[in-house]
């Protein structure tokens, strides 16, 4: 359902409404990240986890190599990886929240759109809740992307890339828990709500 604003004038004694300018919120980048820290013995280097973050100053955070307050304190670098998705950093028309999760057993973060699922990864598989990410699509929009959501049992893994989701399922053996969302390829603008 779309709203409209409506601004009612008086000149002399007279009332009229007039439709008000409907706001837009161009889309943002969805950075996503591996997250790469020393292994068990502290020697090598290994892949810990994956980060998405929509927000700009987050990401220049991570990009510097500086840790930020969102991260696991052991990890020591971050790598950009070269996926192209676009979000919303507040709610527009037909998005949802894109909640944020962190292991507190391990550097695996989890997101997700239902509440009820964040509630079950904090009851019953020790995550803290962090914070909203950003918004996106529960059901296909048009010009959408399915955003897919991978586990291994130990690390979920997020893609817009039909070609990444099959190798990591067949490769890396991870596990299809299906469509997180939905996102844009490309940026865009939407109504606000």
């Known amino acids: 359902m779309h709203r409209t604003l409506v601004r009612v004038a008086a000149f002399a004694g007279l009332l009229w409404a007039t439709p008000a300018v409907s706001e837009t919120v161009a889309s943002v980048p969805l950075n996503f990240y591996e997250l790469w820290g020393p292994d068990e013995h502290g020697c090598e280097q290994k892949l810990v986890g994956y980060f998405l973050t929509a927000d700009a100053a987050e990401s220049r955070v991570l990009k510097e190599g500086r840790r930020c307050s969102t991260a696991d304190p052991l990890l020591v670098n971050f790598l950009e990886e070269p996926q192209s998705a676009f979000v919303f950093g507040r709610q527009v028309q037909g998005s ?9 057993v391990s550097s695996d973060h989890f997101y997700t759109t239902s509440q009820a699922e964040g509630e079950q990864a904090v009851s019953r598989f020790n995550y803290i809740p962090e914070s909203i990410c950003c918004y996106i699509f529960p ?8 955003l897919y959501r991978l586990s291994n049992n130990e690390l979920h893994y997020y893609t817009v890339d039909a070609t990444m989701r099959q190798r990591h399922l ?20 939407r109504d606000a709500n």
């Open 170 to 189: 067949i490769n890396d053996h991870y596990a299809d828990e299906g469509i997180a969302g939905y996102v844009y390829p490309t940026q865009v603008s």
């Open 96 to 104: 949802t929240p894109f909640y944020r999760y962190r292991s507190r």
């Open 139 to 146: 059901t296909q929009v048009p010009g959408s992307v399915p």
